[in-house]
């Protein structure tokens, strides 16, 4: 193993070139939820590995030889449809880009007709984001391949979580014992969702800030401590990981204004300097710019983590695709 949930922990930088054993039981990756902290571990450790191999000029290790990835997305993407696909080709693998918009889904073909449809073309990983919660579920009950969750309605993202998991082990050597606090649009967020199961797995407590109408309404059987008032919330907090508001899954009025959302909850370094010495600032993207923060902050390397958690979603993705690989049939470690 190259590293672990302990406050020692190095940060180290491999080139993919270790095998790491990963204690991975699962066909699929559907959500955090149901993971035990060894597999996160796991998943985390081999990331790691992979972070160095990216920094390299040849960036190449060909483990998924032969192997099809299809991302199937079915709203819009930047970060994660384009970290999974150069995951799959830094992995030797084919991969192809559905593009719904000029896909059959709108001649009304089903998300179940067309899931079986690509199966049928045999792809060995799909690679699935939905605006239904459970849609990815029900998908992977349908086809043969493995299936990775890329973000579900507002249920889960569980490749997010990850990464960020990865980013603050590799910035702080440990989560165990950390305070983040998750701000802003909570509700409606999957990644806010899968960062609660993760980060609280792995021994972190969670504080969830934002207004009434944006918590969601059972947070605290979430396991976690909840705030309306933001500069409360962040008084003693090591990670304040800021969300967007997610218009396109609201219906109705959250809010009075945007105007007043970012004087109460947009992140400025008035409120900013209620957190320890020391925190840092992460934001899953796409950002909102002085809507839920402040550019400066946003780019201040210093203190916001934000593109370390992009390079850092092409190693988890690499990740996940290398363990989701060794259990498809004629699967298994290759060296
Ligand atoms: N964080 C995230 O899921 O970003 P994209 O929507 O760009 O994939």
Partial sequence: MTGSNSPSAPTPTGTGTEQVEVPYNHRHLLGIQGLVPREITGLLDLADSYVGLSRQVDKKRPLLKGRTLINLFFEPSTRTQASFELAGKRLGADTVNMSVRTSSVTKGETLIDTAVTLNAMRPDILIVRHNSSGAVDLLAQK????????????????????????????????????????????????????????????????RLIGPPTLLPPSAERLGAEVFTDMREGLKGVDIVMMLRLQSERMEGNYLPSLREFYHLYGLDREKFDYANPGAVIMHPGPMNRGVEIESALADDPEISLIQEQVEMGVAVRMSVLDVLSRRLPNGGPKQ
Avoid at 152 to 180: C, K, M
């Fill in 143 to 206: 086809v043969d391949c493995a299936v990775v969750n890329a973000g579900d309605g507002s249920n889960e993202h569980p490749t997010q979580a990850l990464l960020d998991a990865l980013t603050i082990r590799r910035r702080f050597g440990r989560i165990e014992g950390l305070t983040v606090a998750i701000c802003g649009d909570v509700r409606h967020s999957r990644v806010a969702r899968s960062n609660i199961h993760l980060l609280s797995a792995m021994g972190a407590r969670i």
